[in-house]
T-cell receptor, first 111, second 114 residues
Framework: SQQGEEDPQALSIQEGENATMNCSYKTSINNLQWYRQNSGRGLVHLIL?????REKHSGRLRVTLDTSKKSSSLLITASRAADTASYFCATDETSGSRLTFGEGTQLTVNP | GAVVSQHPSWVICKSGTSVKIECRSLDFQATTMFWYRQFPKQSLMLMAT?????????EQGVEKDKFLINHASLTLSTLTVTSAHPEDSSFYIC??????????FGPGTRLTVT
């Protein structure tokens, strides 16, 4: 079953603006990951944050994790039209186990 | 490294026929492979988890006799949709895992059952 909820479901911004997407989950997790999916394509792994980490950066991406609130956020700074895609969070409850995906946020970056 | 391929990338079949989808890890040995299904504008739903040489573990609600999974080697897993129906039309994505942290996803297979 899907335990992750993401908001917003859809986000439309202008190029150069920042985009923030949120993810909430229900159970204790081992780590949380963010993925990107272009329309009709497979998933691309963006970043993994472990349960004992609070913040992680990778290029223009910044991920936060608040295990007390069971939530995570993905910030994309200085967005580009090429960032247009669906973004999913995924959690796993124990190491090496199945991933549970959130509902996803459809991001549209207008040039 | 960590490239996963799927074949075919898209397939159209008639209702009642069976379709086989292959998932290969090209440059690493995958201890575990996962199969997901994704309907339009929805998230990925895990169908089953398979380990090389053992029977797949299916998620609740997934018919194991309809979705046959064979994990023949550390680099190949196949999903066969048997007696396909239009409601089986979906995007099927596999992933392969070589360690405890990350899954590497294939590009997906679009199945359309007419």
């Amino acid at each position: 079953s899907q335990q992750g909820e993401e908001d917003p479901q859809a986000l439309s911004i202008q190029e150069g603006e920042n985009a923030t997407m949120n993810c909430s989950y229900k159970t204790s997790i081992n780590n949380l990951q963010w993925y990107r999916q272009n329309s009709g394509r497979g998933l691309v792994h963006l970043i993994l944050i472990r349960s004992n980490e609070r913040e992680k950066h990778s290029g223009r991406l910044r991920v936060t994790l608040d295990t007390s609130k069971k939530s995570s956020s993905l910030l994309i700074t200085a967005s580009r039209a090429a960032d247009t895609a669906s973004y999913f969070c995924a959690t796993d409850e124990t190491s090496g186990s199945r991933l549970t995906f959130g509902e996803g946020t459809q991001l549209t970056v207008n040039p | 490294g960590a490239v996963v391929s799927q074949h075919p990338s898209w397939v159209i079949c008639k209702s009642g026929t069976s379709v086989k989808i292959e998932c290969r890890s090209l440059d690493f040995q995958a201890t575990t492979m996962f199969w997901y299904r994704q309907f339009p504008k929805q998230s990925l739903m895990l169908m089953a988890t398979s380990n090389e040489g053992s029977k797949a573990t299916y998620e609740q609600g997934v018919e194991k006799d309809k979705f046959l999974i064979n994990h023949a080697s550390l680099t190949l897993s196949t999903l066969t949709v048997t007696s396909a129906h239009p409601e089986d039309s979906s995007f099927y994505i596999c992933s392969a895992s070589r360690d405890i942290y990350e899954q590497y996803f294939g590009p997906g297979t679009r199945l359309t059952v007419t």
